[in-house]
């Protein structure tokens, strides 16, 4: 079946550091993928999303890009504030018999110190 | 934001007792699904709906039921709570081609 897998956490880093959050994904078909952001005590957010190969999501300084070849769909941003601190899913939808399914990693925690 | 709301928000419950979550939208969206959040577990599907009156069961659905009988309310049932049950269960809907949006969240304890 449909899976995703995601570093394990807690990612610490300084305010301003790189980020990175690899995320790889094993799918049926051709999946469309996304990375939802949660914080403490919320719902999951969409951060951004792709649905095809090659495509580049962004948001909030944000990008990942869907690498079909590798399977992959890594989270970065150039320089991070506090306000980053979330946990960060990645997430793919196939359609299985007609019915769309999304389906999480387990998430990865992002702590990013001042 | 998507108008998603899910009942209770917080509920504290004694084993062996029926507790019903509900999950209510105002964006006539199709697809409906409950998802329990645990500690390194991530989000696990319960179950999900693609209709109303169209369910079918995800990958940790022992112990659950679910009903949809109209198009903006998903209630998810545990027959008799049981403490494996504490957890935080996540509604989500979406439509055909985009992405699920989620409701709060409400945090069960069962003692």
């Known amino acids: 079946g449909d899976s995703v897998t995601q570093m394990e956490g807690p990612v610490t880093l300084s305010e301003e550091a790189f980020l990175t959050i690899n995320c790889t994904y094993t799918a049926t078909g051709y999946p469309s993928l996304f990375w939802y952001v949660q914080y403490p005590g919320e719902g999951l957010q969409l951060l951004l999303k792709a649905t095809k190969a090659d495509d580049k999501g962004s948001n909030k300084g944000f990008e990942a890009t869907y690498r079909k070849e590798t399977t992959s769909f890594h989270l970065e941003k150039g320089s991070v504030q506090v306000s980053d601190s979330a946990v960060y899913f990645c997430?793919?939808?196939?359609?299985?018999?007609?019915?769309?399914?999304?389906?999480f990693g387990r998430g990865t925690s992002l702590i990013v110190h001042p | 934001d998507a108008g998603i709301t899910q009942s209770p928000r917080h509920k504290v419950t004694e084993t062996g007792t029926p507790v019903t979550l509900r999950c209510h939208q105002t964006?006539?969206?199709?697809?409906m699904y409950w998802y329990r959040q645990d500690p390194g577990h991530g989000l696990r599907l319960i179950h999900y709906s693609y209709g109303v009156k169209d369910t079918d069961k995800g990958e940790v659905s022992d112990g659950y039921s679910v009903s949809r009988s109209k198009t903006e309310d998903f209630l998810l049932t545990l027959e008799s709570a049981t403490s494996s049950q504490t957890s935080v269960y996540f509604c989500?809907?979406?439509?055909?081609?985009?992405?699920?949006?989620f409701g709060q969240g409400t945090r069960l304890t069962v003692v």
């Open positions: 989500a809907i979406s439509e055909l081609g985009q992405e699920a949006f």
């Open positions: 964006e006539n969206h199709r697809y």
């Open positions: 997430a793919l939808r196939t359609a299985s018999g007609g019915s769309y399914i999304p389906t």
